[in-house]
Structures are given as C-alpha cells and as structure tokens.
C-alpha cells in the first residue's frame, strides 16, 4: 500500500514536470519563432539605414556640385553686370556728347 502511494506520488511529479516541461518547449518555440522576426527587422533595420547614408551621402555630393554651378553662374552674372553697366554709362555719355552737338 506504501509503494502504491509512492508510485502515486512520483507518478504526479512526473505528471507535473512533463507539463512544466512542455509549457517550457512552447515558450522556447514562440521566443525562437520571434527571434527570427526580430532578427529579420533588424536586417531590413539595417539595409535601410545603409540606404539612408548613402542618399545623405550623395545629397551632400549633389548639393556641393549644385553650389559650385550656382557660384559659377553668380560669377558670370556680375561680369554681365559689369558689362552692362560699362555699356549703360558709354551709351549715356554718347547721348550727353550728342545732345550738346546738337545744342
């Protein structure tokens, strides 16, 4: 009868771990299962990062490039300007010489 309640008993510890044990299996599966989506964000995490270096990469690039045309241009359009102005002030004189001729 002692050995029976015994066997009774060690029969429900192992009742118990097997549960235990089971409900730690399926814990270990949904963390594996999560770690390979975590893993896979980060990779996406990862490539869009590398892609945002480079677009701020080639932004700085490009924005250096469209300076440098913009301060040629700036730099053509003073000698336009000075161009002009020379022109503006030879046509007033001529006009000032040729209305006191004509006076």
Avoid: P, W
């Avoid at 964000?41 to 469209?66: M, N, P, W």
């Amino acid at each position: 009868m002692m050995s029976s309640l015994v066997n009774l008993v060690l029969f429900a510890a192992l009742v118990i771990t097997s549960l235990c044990v089971l409900a730690m299996y399926r814990k270990l599966k949904r963390f594996d299962a999560s770690q390979a989506e975590y893993k896979r964000l980060f990779q996406e995490a990862s490539v869009a990062l590398g892609t945002a270096g480079d677009a701020v990469r080639a932004f700085g690039t490009e924005g250096k490039e469209v300076a440098d045309a913009l301060g040629a241009r700036i730099d053509e359009a003073r000698e336009v300007l000075a161009q002009l102005a020379v022109a503006t002030q030879s046509a007033r004189h001529l006009q000032g010489t040729s209305a006191s001729k004509t006076l």
